[in-house]
């Protein structure tokens, strides 16, 4: 089991991932920025053997990917058997769709995920849930992710956990990172920063306001494998640029 190692959310770079050609270019400038974890998401049409292949050239490990929801219910076998291909047992949903909001939609994707968790596990394979921050929502006197984390039993739910999106909910991501101990192999790293007119924005890890001292001291502790740098928007700067700031950051911190 990988521990402490820093991967590239490829979401970052989508629209630098759109066509064969595009993809072996990211692929390679990832690598040289130091990255040998990757997380598939948001890719153009591109046969899976060939994403392998070009990950493999250029010494990247598939550790995850971003899966849509309806693929998971509808295509299971194809979505296994392309995670085979990847040799990767960290499928993960980015979202669900908005229909699943509130208590009975939480009811309803627990009872779904169920049967899809247990054909995962037999092929070696988990599930991860990629919150936002209207998971933060309170139904009464719970969140969806008190819902989620509670509901749905750990053996066949894990969790990738968003700290930006954890702080944009108005909830405290090192303490989620903490309770979510032992059912997080992966976690997404990015950071907040506030313009003067007091807007969040998001941010390389290191550039803006997280506490990552208290947020890396409870994954450590939580058993997490790939610390995944996603950054939704980069605005003026470079991705790749982004990219390489919070990987130079996250190496200052102590990860590998």
């Known amino acids: ?27 390679k400038k990832v690598a040289d920025i130091g ?22 050239d250029n010494g990247l490990t598939i550790a995850a990917t971003h899966v849509a929801w309806d693929r998971f219910l ?42 899809i968790a247990e054909k995962l596990a037999q092929a070696g394979m988990d599930f991860s849930y990629h919150n936002h921050s209207h998971e933060f929502v309170r139904y009464g006197d ?14 066949l739910l894990k969790f990738e956990l968003d700290v930006y999106w954890v702080q944009h909910g108005g909830a405290d991501p090192a303490l989620w990172v903490r309770k979510c101990a032992g059912r997080e192999p992966l976690l997404h790293l990015k950071d907040m920063r506030i313009t003067p ?12 306001n997280l506490n990552w001292e208290a947020i890396l001291a409870a994954a450590r502790e939580g058993g997490v494998e790939w610390y995944l740098v996603e950054q939704d928007q980069c605005y003026d700067r470079d991705p790749f640029e982004s990219l390489a700031i919070s990987y130079r950051n996250l190496r200052a911190m102590g990860l590998t």
């Open 1 to 27: 089991m990988a521990q402490n190692v820093v991967g590239a959310q490829l979401y970052t770079v989508r629209q630098f991932t759109q066509t064969r050609d595009d993809i072996a270019k990211t692929l």
């Open 142 to 155: 719970k969140t969806m992710m008190d819902m989620l984390y509670e509901w749905a039993d750990p053996s």
């Open 74 to 115: 509808n295509d299971l076998d194809t979505v296994i058997e392309e995670h085979l291909v990847y040799k990767c047992v960290h499928p993960a949903i980015g979202s669900l769709p908005g229909e699943y909001r509130g208590a009975d939609g939480v009811k309803r994707f627990v009872d779904e995920l169920g049967p």
């Open 197 to 208: 007119q007091r807007e969040q924005r998001y941010a390389e890890v290191g550039e803006g």
């Open 35 to 56: 990255y040998r974890v990757i997380q598939i998401s948001a890719f153009g049409s591109i046969d899976p053997q060939e994403a392998a292949r070009l990950a493999e």
